[in-house]
C-alpha cells in the first residue's frame, strides 16, 4: 500500500517526534545518572558536599562551612584562580539568608540536573519534543483521523502536563530537601507535582497559570477553526468549519441534484442514471426512481409511461449526503429519451434527454477524450468545447476532480459534478454520458489502493450493467475499476476501460482482455473490428521519463496484448500535456500498411490536460516515439466513419482551434 501526501507528513511528523523523545530520553538518562551521586552527597552530608564540587552556573560553592552558619561565595569574574582567596565574602546569619536567598533556592531546585544549564538544555529538547507532538495531534484532526474532542483533549493534556512540569517552579527549599531523601526517582516526581497543586502553592503560582490561559486558548481555536480541513498537496482550500457556513451543494429538501449518465457495456439498450439527494436528520431515506418515455413531458409527471426503480448509497461524509443510481434497460437502439428522476416525496429533476447509441457496425458516432480535468475554468472551457461537438458520449481518462480522495474535499466532487451536468449538454440538447477511467488522484496513495481507500469513484460512476452491479445489493464497493462498453454490436467497436494499477492490478485485466478478445476462449469481441482502450498513466508519456517505473509495468502487462488484438488507438493521460505518437508495433515505429492500406499499429493519443495545471515539455523537438507534442489543455474529437472505414481525430485547445489532426484507416 502506498502512502499519500497527508500520510506521509502525518508519518513525518511521528518519526520527528520520536527521534526528539529519543534524544530528551538519552541525555534524560545520562544526566539523570550522573547527578545521583551529587543528590546523595548531599543527603549523607547534611546538604554539605566537600570544597571540590562547585555549582558552575551559579558559582556557589559548598563546603564544610554550612555547618558553621557561613556560606563562602565565590564572586571571582575574571576567571583569575590565583585570586580565589581574595575575593570569597562570608555570609552570615545562614538560617535567615537561606530563605531569601534566590541562587539557593535555584541551586536546590537545579540540583537532581546538577546545574541549571542541564536543566534549561533538557526542557529545551522537551519543548522541541512537545511543539512536534502538539502539531502532529493538530495535523491528525486537520486530516480526519482523529476527532477532535479527543484531539484537544491530548493536546491540552500535553501542554499542562509540561507546563507543570518544566515551567511552575517549587520555591519551598525545605520541601526540595525533604525531597531528596526519597530515593525513588518516581516517588520523588509524583511527590513534587502534588505538591505544586496544593491550594497554597497554587495561589503562590498564579501567575504562570495565568500565562498558560492564552497558549491553551491558541489551541483550541486552532483546532476548531482547521478540523476536518480540504487541503490541496498540503494547500489549504477550507475547514469544516467553514464549510458548516458555506451553501449547502445540494438542498437538503431532498430534491434531486447532480445529475449525470455513465455508460455500460450495453449503451444501445441501456443506460445509467445518478444523481444525488440530501436530507435533514429524521427525514427518510430515498426511494429513487426514473421516469422516462421517448415523447416529451415537460414537468407533467404523470404522462411518462416508462419507470424504473434504482438503490441508492448513503456517503460517510459531515453532511447528510445519497448517491442514488437508476439502471434504465430494455431500450431501443438509436433512440432519444426524455426523462426525469428523484422521489415521488421529494420531487424530480427537470426533464432532460439522452440518446442510446447504435447496435449496427455501419452506423457512424464520435466521442470527446480527455482527462486530468479539475475545476478550473480552463476545465470549464474545455467542457463547453466538448458540448459544442456534439459527442455521442465523452471518456475521462482518470483525476477528474481533483479531491486527491478526501472526504472533507467532497465539495470539490461537487462541483466537478456540477460543471458536469450543466455544461456537458449537447449543442442539440442531449445530456452527453461520461465513461470514466480511475486515476491516482482518485485513490488514496496513487496506486495499490484497496477499496477503502477509494471514497468517491466506485459509488459516483457505476459502469456496469445491473445484473453485474454489485451496487444493487448495496456492495458497491465491489464494482470493479475496469470494465468494457461495446458499440455496434459484436462486429462493431469495443473499448477497454482500464485501472493503470490504481486499484487493480495490471495482470489481472491482462488476463481479462485475452479472455474478452481471444477466439480460442469465446470471448465477447472477438470479432469486433475496431478496438479503443483509456486508462491514466501513459505507456509513451510526454513530460514523465520514458523508463519511469509505473508507464514501464503498463508497458510490460499490455503492450503485448495491444499488439496481438491490434488496438487502433489507446487513450493515455496523467502527464498534463498533449502528444500523439508515430504508430507502433512491439515498442518499435511502424509506417507500413497491409495491402489494402489498413494500418497495422496503435497510435497512442492524449496525456490529460483538460484543464488541470499544465507541464512545460522538458525538451526540446520530439521523443523517438513522438509525431506531435504540446503543452496545452486539449480535448480530443473521434470520429468513427464505417462508409470509408476511416477514424478521424481533431484536438481542440481553449480558443476552440485545432492544433492537430488527423486520420487512420481500418
Not at 188 to 201: H, V
Not at 612 to 638: D, E, M, N, V
Request: charged content about 20%; glycine content about 6%.
Amino acid at each position: 500500500m502506498n502512502f499519500s501526501v497527508e500520510e506521509k507528513t502525518l508519518l513525518g511528523l511521528g518519526l520527528f517526534n520520536i527521534l526528539l523523545l529519543l534524544i530528551f530520553a538519552i541525555h534524560f538518562i545520562i544526566i539523570y545518572n550522573l547527578s545521583k551521586k551529587r543528590v546523595k552527597a548531599y543527603v549523607n552530608n547534611g546538604f554539605s558536599i566537600s570544597d571540590t564540587s562547585i555549582d558552575d552556573e551559579y558559582g556557589i560553592e559548598l563546603t564544610d562551612n554550612t555547618k558553621k552558619n557561613e556560606i563562602p561565595v565565590n564572586n571571582n569574574n575574571n576567571n583569575n584562580n590565583n585570586n580565589n582567596n581574595n575575593n570569597i565574602n562570608v555570609i552570615n546569619n545562614v538560617n535567615e539568608n537561606y530563605n531569601s536567598s534566590k541562587s539557593l533556592r535555584k541551586l536546590f531546585r537545579y540540583l537532581e540536573f546538577k546545574n541549571r544549564r542541564n536543566y534549561m538544555g533538557l526542557m529545551s529538547e522537551c519543548i522541541a519534543a512537545l511543539t512536534v507532538f502538539e502539531l502532529l495531534i493538530l495535523v491528525l484532526v486537520m486530516f480526519d483521523k482523529l476527532h477532535i474532542a479527543a484531539g484537544i483533549i491530548l493536546m491540552i493534556f500535553g501542554l499542562c502536563f509540561f507546563w507543570s512540569i518544566w515551567v511552575v517552579p517549587i520555591d519551598d527549599d525545605k520541601f526540595l530537601k525533604s525531597t531528596f531523601k526519597i530515593e525513588n526517582g518516581f516517588k520523588r516526581f509524583i511527590a513534587r507535582q502534588s505538591f505544586k497543586f496544593r491550594i497554597g502553592n497554587l495561589k503562590k503560582n498564579i501567575r504562570y497559570w495565568f500565562i498558560l490561559i492564552p497558549a491553551l486558548m491558541v489551541i483550541l481555536l486552532l483546532t476548531i477553526l482547521l478540523e476536518g480541513t480540504c487541503e490541496d498537496q498540503l494547500s489549504f482550500i477550507d475547514s469544516r468549519i467553514m464549510r458548516k457556513y458555506m451553501d449547502p451543494t445540494c438542498p437538503t429538501s431532498g430534491e434531486p441534484c447532480f445529475i449525470y449518465l455513465t455508460l455500460n457495456q450495453q449503451p444501445s439498450t441501456s443506460i445509467i442514471v445518478n444523481f444525488h439527494t440530501s436530507s435533514k436528520n429524521g427525514d427518510p431515506e430515498p426511494n429513487p426512481i426514473c421516469l422516462y418515455d421517448i415523447m416529451p413531458m415537460g414537468n407533467q409527471t404523470s404522462g411518462y409511461r416508462n419507470i424504473a426503480y434504482g438503490n441508492y448509497y448513503k456517503m460517510p461524509l459531515e453532511v447528510i449526503r445519497y448517491v442514488n443510481w437508476v439502471h434504465i434497460e430494455g431500450l431501443q437502439p438509436k433512440t432519444t429519451y426524455y426523462f426525469a428522476c428523484g422521489t415521488w416525496k421529494n420531487g424530480f429533476s427537470i426533464e432532460r434527454k439522452f440518446k442510446t447509441l447504435s447496435d449496427n457496425a455501419n452506423d457512424g458516432y464520435s466521442f470527446v477524450v480527455g482527462g486530468d480535468v479539475d475545476i478550473t475554468t480552463d476545465a470549464a472551457k474545455i467542457l463547453k468545447i466538448s458540448a459544442l461537438k456534439n459527442p455521442d458520449f465523452a471518456m475521462i481518462g482518470g483525476d477528474l476532480a481533483y479531491d486527491h480522495a478526501q472526504y472533507t474535499c467532497y465539495r470539490i466532487v461537487d462541483k466537478w459534478l456540477n460543471n458536469w451536468q450543466f455544461k456537458m449538454i449537447s449543442a442539440t440538447g442531449y445530456t452527453i454520458p461520461l465513461i470514466a477511467s480511475i486515476g491516482n488522484h482518485e485513490v488514496i496513495g496513487d496506486f495499490d489502493a484497496p477499496s477503502h481507500r477509494i471514497p468517491f469513484f466506485k459509488r459516483y460512476f457505476p459502469q456496469m450493467i445491473k445484473r453485474e452491479d454489485p451496487g444493487d445489493g448495496i456492495n458497491v464497493d465491489d464494482r470493479t475499476t475496469y470494465n468494457t462498453i461495446n458499440i455496434g454490436g459484436p462486429n462493431g467497436t469495443v473499448i477497454f476501460n482500464l485501472d493503470s494499477g490504481h486499484h487493480s492490478s495490471l495482470s489481472e485485466q491482462t488476463i481479462w482482455m485475452d479472455q474478452q478478445l481471444s477466439s480460442s476462449s469465446g470471448g465477447n469481441f472477438n470479432s469486433t473490428q475496431l478496438r479503443f482502450s483509456i486508462y491514466h498513466v501513459p505507456m509513451y508519456p510526454t513530460i514523465r521519463d520514458y523508463s519511469n517505473s509505473r508507464s514501464t509495468a503498463v508497458r510490460d502487462n499490455w503492450l503485448s496484448t495491444f499488439d496481438k488484438f491490434k488496438f487502433n488507438i489507446a487513450f493515455e493521460n496523467h502527464d498534463h500535456a498533449y502528444k500523439r505518437t508515430l504508430p507502433l508495433f512491439n515498442n518499435t515505429v511502424i509506417n507500413g500498411t497491409t495491402g489494402n492500406g489498413v494500418q497495422s499499429s496503435t497510435l497512442y493519443i492524449g496525456d490529460g490536460s483538460a484543464g488541470t495545471g499544465i507541464r512545460p515539455l522538458p525538451y526540446t523537438g520530439l521523443k523517438w516515439y513522438q509525431a506531435f507534442s504540446k503543452s496545452t489543455h486539449y480535448i480530443t474529437l473521434i470520429n468513427v466513419i464505417p462508409t470509408n472505414r476511416t477514424i478521424t481525430f481533431n484536438s481542440f485547445d481553449t480558443n476552440n482551434s485545432t492544433f492537430d489532426s488527423g486520420y487512420i484507416n481500418y
